[in-house]
């Protein structure tokens, strides 16, 4: 008891201090300025949309949204910044599509920010987020290559986050009486006991546009169990990792898998229509980002609201260690803004410990970055709640072996989109040796 | 006689299975855009089902979107209909005005690089328009055009001068010199030829043209996406209302329906001058 009384009174004591401190920030300092905000359309985007009005009575800046659906914003956004516009000020942006755009010089380096107190409110607490993903957004850059280094530069602040999970329609598989499985072959196994149940249901669903986007959810998140890895050595040893013998075998399983579970139109799919399947019920499971699981289970917002459930990504058969790949949604200063000051306020207002919050109990900013986010009674109350199944226990089990699974360069898209374009040929009957090979090949030709 | 019957009773089923193949997906969307989410979800597709004006609120801002569960984010689809119609309006004028007489030029005159001339101005339509936009994007920005009506109605040429240009040199041809001539034997002069004799012969020929460029125009995306912010037109506006968080269909369904009625009244209204323009000049 009295423990607890001292715990709540240096809690207390930190909160009063924090609100004393914040109050002695300028947040007017940049009063009167516009700024541009571009982003994802995502419920992400939302949580911000939300509060922006007190942003703008907060500090007097006026921020305009410029939100557009996933791939069209991927497009615009690589115009925008390789043009040099000063259009947008802050972006919406991910770590590996990063590792592209850094080495032309295309964001703010944040160090600078971060470590001005008269920039960073005293309460922003940027150690706060994931070690994990500060660290993936920590790198140098010379002569047009990623050097990782955790002294680096930093480059942007994580936003929100995404682990790859499988998630299943518990409805359906109790119906079926399958049990979730838990490696890629039992997943096979599973997609062929339920298409034999009732073949109106498609037993899995993942992307596999050829887009860097499909490779960087199940594949990569898979690939790993079986020991592959894009990229193997270092420096001038650097060399594709996707002709072992691990790969072949992993591609062996995943092509059968794809050719056994998947819909017809596995090609075209993105996450539209991954999500589409296991909210409608078309769809048994499907492995992607689990914040879609999440967001169909709130009350209401689907009929699937409280049937879809959650469990670690596939592995290889035999092995019990799983790997998930994250993806974190961030927000960065395009190089050529204008109002960088007033950008840096925005950003830090964004991604604080309040916004994540209150994103995450709206059930928007469902994978916060902030560890005092998860460690909230509020959002652990909200997550808890039965209609989100086992959401929280597995994104606890899951974050603890979540990484970035890239290996960090420049080039990171034209080798991805390239896997992504020879895992579409593999699906389709090419050799899966022959087809690596290829791709192998083509990759370093562009090592060279 | 029995023969001619049958023929005629295949030759109406296939018009009409080509029909519903066509009017089918129209159909379809009108009846998506009055359905709630789980309805448009449901399997096997319901045909009959409660309908609801929910989804047009919320494409409109009548309703609060946050009640609806579309997110926070306004739609206000309203603006981009305005910009459409504003943009493609605009593109078929100036298109007209440039195009017409670039057209008559081409169909009456003999000069040196004429064919060549005509064919660079078709060439913009056998560019992809992705290869032409990133430089327009960044020219631009450096000349304050981006994400103006003016700039979008000038890129727009690209898309509806061509188009204007050879239709209307085609229709021109259609029409006998001796016409214009016989106004010159009394005493008219060329302007007065052009505006009081080729235009009134043009006009059923312009009014299909410029319906085809509209609808050409209205349907554009990759020169709105690249080059406005707020000046959106409608196709990019629907690619908008896709958001992950939320059951986007009932939603995108009413939206593809608001984007359809404008292309569809005046295709009703002009049907009779579109398909005039079609085969104007086509028969020598």
């Given at each position: 008891?009295?423990?607890?009384?001292?715990?709540?009174a240096?809690?207390?004591g930190?909160?009063?201090?924090?609100?004393?401190?914040?109050?002695?920030?300028?947040w007017?300092?940049?009063?009167?300025?516009?700024?541009?905000?571009?982003?994802?359309?995502?419920?992400?985007?939302?949580?911000v949309?939300?509060?922006?009005?007190?942003?703008?009575?907060?500090?007097?800046?006026?921020?305009?949204?410029?939100?557009?659906?996933?791939?069209?914003?991927?497009?615009?956004?690589n115009?925008?910044l390789?043009?040099?516009?000063?259009?947008?000020?802050?972006?919406?942006?991910?770590?590996?599509?990063?590792?592209?755009?850094t080495?032309?010089?295309?964001?703010?380096?944040?160090?600078?920010?971060?470590?001005?107190?008269?920039?960073?409110?005293?309460?922003?607490?940027?150690?706060?987020?994931?070690?994990?993903?500060r660290?993936?957004?920590?790198w140098?850059?010379?002569?047009?290559?990623?050097?990782?280094?955790?002294?680096?530069?930093?480059?942007?602040?994580?936003?929100?986050?995404?682990?790859?999970?499988?998630?299943?329609?518990?409805?359906?598989?109790?119906?079926?009486?399958?049990?979730?499985?838990?490696?890629?072959?039992?997943?096979?196994?599973?997609?062929?006991?339920?298409?034999?149940?009732?073949?109106?249901?498609?037993?899995m669903?993942?992307?596999?546009?050829?887009?860097?986007?499909?490779?960087?959810?199940?594949p990569?998140?898979?690939?790993?169990?079986y020991?592959?890895?894009?990229?193997?050595?270092?420096?001038?040893?650097?060399?594709?990792?996707?002709?072992?013998?691990?790969?072949?075998?992993?591609?062996?399983?995943?092509?059968?898998?794809?050719?056994?579970?998947?819909?017809?139109?596995?090609?075209?799919?993105?996450?539209?229509?991954?999500?589409?399947?296991?909210s409608?019920?078309?769809?048994?499971?499907?492995?992607?980002a689990?914040?879609?699981?999440?967001?169909?289970?709130?009350?209401?917002?689907?009929?699937?609201?409280?049937?879809?459930?959650?469990?670690?990504?596939?592995?290889?058969?035999?092995?019990?260690?799983?790997?998930?790949?994250?993806?974190?949604?961030?927000?960065?200063?395009?190089?050529?803004?204008?109002?960088?000051?007033?950008?840096?306020?925005f950003?830090?207002?964004?991604?604080s410990?309040?916004?994540?919050?209150?994103?995450?109990?709206?059930?928007?900013?469902?994978?916060?970055?902030?560890?005092?986010?998860?460690?909230?009674?509020?959002?652990?109350?909200?997550?808890?709640?039965?209609?989100?199944?086992?959401?929280y226990?597995?994104?606890?089990?899951?974050?603890?072996?979540?990484?970035?699974?890239?290996?960090?360069?420049?080039?990171?898209?034209?080798?991805?989109?390239?896997?992504?374009?020879?895992?579409?040929?593999?699906?389709?009957?090419?050799?899966?040796?022959?087809?690596?090979?290829?791709?192998?090949?083509?990759?370093?030709?562009?090592?060279? | 006689?029995?023969?001619?019957?049958?023929?005629?009773?295949?030759?109406n089923?296939?018009?009409?299975?080509?029909?519903?193949?066509?009017?089918?997906?129209?159909?379809?969307?009108?009846?998506?855009?009055f359905?709630?989410?789980?309805?448009?979800?449901?399997?096997?597709?319901?045909?009959?089902?409660?309908?609801?004006?929910?989804?047009?609120?919320?494409?409109?801002?009548?309703?609060?979107?946050?009640?609806?569960?579309?997110?926070?984010?306004?739609?206000?689809?309203f603006?981009p209909?305005?910009?459409?119609?504003?943009?493609?309006?605009?593109?078929?004028?100036?298109?007209?005005?440039?195009g017409v007489?670039?057209?008559?030029?081409?169909?009456?005159?003999?000069?040196?690089?004429?064919e060549?001339?005509?064919?660079?101005?078709?060439?913009?339509?056998?560019?992809?328009?992705?290869?032409?936009?990133?430089?327009?994007?960044?020219?631009?920005?450096?000349?304050?055009?981006?994400?103006?009506?003016?700039?979008?109605?000038?890129?727009?040429?690209?898309?509806?001068?061509?188009?204007?240009?050879?239709?209307?040199?085609?229709?021109?041809?259609?029409i006998?010199?001796?016409?214009?001539?016989?106004?010159?034997?009394c005493?008219?002069?060329?302007?007065?030829?052009?505006?009081?004799?080729?235009?009134?012969?043009?006009?059923?020929?312009?009014?299909?043209?410029?319906?085809?460029?509209?609808?050409?125009?209205?349907?554009?995306?990759?020169?709105?996406?690249i080059?406005?912010?707020?000046?959106?037109?409608v196709?990019?506006?629907?690619?908008?209302?896709?958001?992950?968080?939320?059951?986007?269909?009932?939603?995108?369904?009413?939206?593809?329906?608001?984007?359809?009625?404008?292309?569809?009244?005046?295709?009703?209204?002009?049907?009779?001058?579109?398909?005039?323009?079609?085969?104007?000049?086509a028969?020598?």
């Amino acid at each position: 008891m009295k423990k607890h009384a001292v715990a709540l009174a240096l809690t207390a004591g930190v909160l009063t201090t924090s609100n004393v401190l914040a109050e002695d920030f300028d947040w007017r300092k940049y009063e009167g300025i516009e700024i541009t905000w571009a982003y994802d359309i995502h419920p992400y985007a939302d949580a911000v949309v939300a509060y922006l009005n007190e942003f703008e009575e907060l500090t007097g800046i006026k921020v305009k949204p410029e939100l557009y659906p996933d791939d069209t914003y991927w497009g615009k956004l690589n115009i925008q910044l390789s043009s040099g516009s000063t259009d947008w000020d802050v972006v919406g942006t991910g770590i590996q599509p990063s590792w592209d755009v850094t080495p032309a010089g295309q964001l703010t380096p944040l160090k600078e920010f971060l470590e001005d107190p008269s920039m960073t409110s005293p309460d922003y607490d940027y150690e706060d987020i994931f070690p994990a993903l500060r660290r993936a957004w920590t790198w140098n850059v010379e002569e047009e290559k990623i050097i990782d280094t955790p002294d680096g530069e930093i480059w942007a602040i994580p936003h929100a986050f995404e682990t790859v999970q499988l998630m299943y329609r518990t409805d359906i598989l109790d119906r079926l009486g399958v049990e979730p499985p838990r490696t890629l072959t039992d997943l096979t196994t599973a997609c062929k006991q339920i298409t034999k149940s009732d073949p109106s249901i498609t037993p899995m669903a993942v992307r596999g546009v050829r887009f860097w986007s499909s490779i960087h959810t199940a594949p990569i998140s898979i690939a790993r169990s079986y020991g592959v890895s894009d990229f193997v050595g270092s420096g001038e040893d650097l060399d594709t990792g996707l002709d072992s013998a691990d790969s072949i075998r992993f591609h062996k399983d995943y092509v059968e898998m794809i050719q056994t579970c998947a819909p017809d139109s596995w090609a075209n799919d993105n996450w539209y229509q991954v999500v589409d399947g296991l909210s409608s019920g078309k769809t048994a499971m499907a492995m992607d980002a689990n914040m879609f699981g999440f967001w169909n289970n709130i009350k209401g917002a689907s009929d699937a609201s409280g049937k879809i459930a959650f469990a670690p990504p596939l592995t290889a058969p035999g092995e019990a260690e799983f790997a998930s790949n994250i993806f974190a949604w961030s927000l960065a200063i395009n190089s050529a803004s204008e109002n960088k000051g007033a950008a840096w306020y925005f950003m830090q207002w964004a991604t604080s410990k309040e916004m994540n919050v209150r994103g995450a109990t709206d059930g928007k900013l469902v994978n916060s970055p902030r560890t005092s986010t998860w460690e909230n009674p509020a959002w652990i109350d909200y997550a808890k709640q039965p209609e989100f199944n086992n959401f929280y226990d597995t994104f606890n089990t899951v974050l603890a072996k979540s990484s970035l699974l890239f290996t960090p360069r420049y080039g990171f898209g034209t080798a991805i989109n390239a896997w992504a374009v020879a895992m579409q040929d593999m699906v389709g009957g090419e050799d899966v040796e022959e087809r690596l090979s290829e791709l192998a090949d083509e990759i370093r030709e562009e090592l060279e | 006689m029995l023969q001619g019957k049958l023929t005629s009773l295949v030759l109406n089923i296939l018009i009409l299975a080509v029909v519903f193949v066509m009017a089918f997906p129209i159909v379809w969307i009108v009846m998506n855009s009055f359905k709630e989410a789980a309805d448009i979800n449901a399997y096997p597709p319901v045909f009959v089902f409660d309908s609801t004006l929910e989804n047009y609120k919320v494409l409109f801002d009548i309703a609060d979107a946050e009640a609806t569960n579309y997110g926070t984010l306004k739609v206000e689809f309203f603006k981009p209909v305005i910009n459409s119609l504003v943009i493609s309006v605009g593109a078929v004028l100036l298109s007209l005005v440039a195009g017409v007489p670039a057209g008559y030029a081409l169909a009456r005159y003999n000069f040196r690089g004429k064919e060549d001339l005509a064919f660079f101005v078709l060439g913009f339509r056998f560019a992809p328009v992705l290869l032409v936009v990133i430089p327009i994007f960044q020219f631009f920005q450096v000349i304050g055009l981006y994400d103006s009506y003016l700039g979008m109605i000038w890129v727009y040429q690209l898309i509806t001068l061509p188009m204007i240009i050879w239709l209307c040199r085609s229709y021109v041809e259609d029409i006998p010199v001796e016409i214009e001539e016989a106004a010159a034997i009394c005493g008219a002069k060329r302007p007065q030829i052009m505006l009081q004799v080729v235009l009134p012969l043009l006009r059923t020929g312009l009014v299909g043209a410029s319906l085809l460029v509209f609808l050409l125009a209205w349907h554009n995306f990759a020169l709105g996406l690249i080059l406005t912010a707020d000046k959106t037109p409608v196709p990019v506006a629907l690619l908008k209302l896709l958001n992950p968080g939320i059951s986007f269909y009932p939603v995108v369904s009413a939206g593809l329906v608001i984007s359809m009625i404008v292309p569809i009244g005046l295709i009703i209204l002009g049907q009779r001058h579109l398909e005039r323009g079609l085969t104007f000049g086509a028969l020598k």
